[in-house]
């Protein structure tokens, strides 16, 4: 995958693909970022960087649409006490935390999918090696047309 993305961000609130030379929505630029594409985001007439903000925007956005973000506790908790437990929440553990969940899920699904292949390869064995488990079969071939054949009233 090629380097980081650069955009351009205009006054008018466009977004400028450098690479493809073209104006890009923030849904478009929300599929790049999904994909696994890194981004920077510089003002193009104070050459700042405002990925952060252009990211978080994307992210309220999406939240719009759903109609939540996060929990309205939660919420309260990060507007009682500032700013400040939250960039130390972010900068310290929420990354890390993000990260190894991504992690563990996937190593959880990874080893489910090889259970699952086990166990797909076990039942073709146990058709293969064993005879059928029919307990009842005696019984059933009392009424059988072959069991009816051998009656001692012929």
């Known amino acids: 995958m090629p380097g980081k993305l650069l955009l351009k961000k205009y006054a008018n609130r466009r977004l400028y693909d450098t690479e493809q030379s073209r104006y890009i929505t923030l849904s478009e630029l929300s599929e790049i970022v999904k994909e696994g594409r890194q981004v920077q985001v510089l003002d193009a007439k104070s050459k700042e960087d405002v990925t952060a903000f252009i ?9 719009r ?7 309205v506790p939660l919420l309260h908790l990060v507007i009682q006490y500032g700013e ?20 563990y899920r996937k190593a959880y699904d990874d080893q489910f999918k090889k259970w699952l292949d ?25 009424f059988s047309d072959s069991a009816k054949e051998k009656t001692p009233d012929d």
């Open 55 to 63: 990211l978080t925007q994307i992210i309220v956005e999406q939240a």
């Open 65 to 71: 649409n759903k109609n939540t973000l996060l929990p």
């Open 84 to 103: 400040n437990i939250l960039n130390e929440f972010f900068d310290n553990y929420l990354e890390a935390t993000i990260r190894n969940y991504l992690y």
């Open 118 to 142: 086990m166990g797909a390869d076990l039942s073709g064995l146990a058709t293969q090696n064993l005879p059928p488990f029919t307990p009842l079969k005696p019984f059933l071939d009392l």
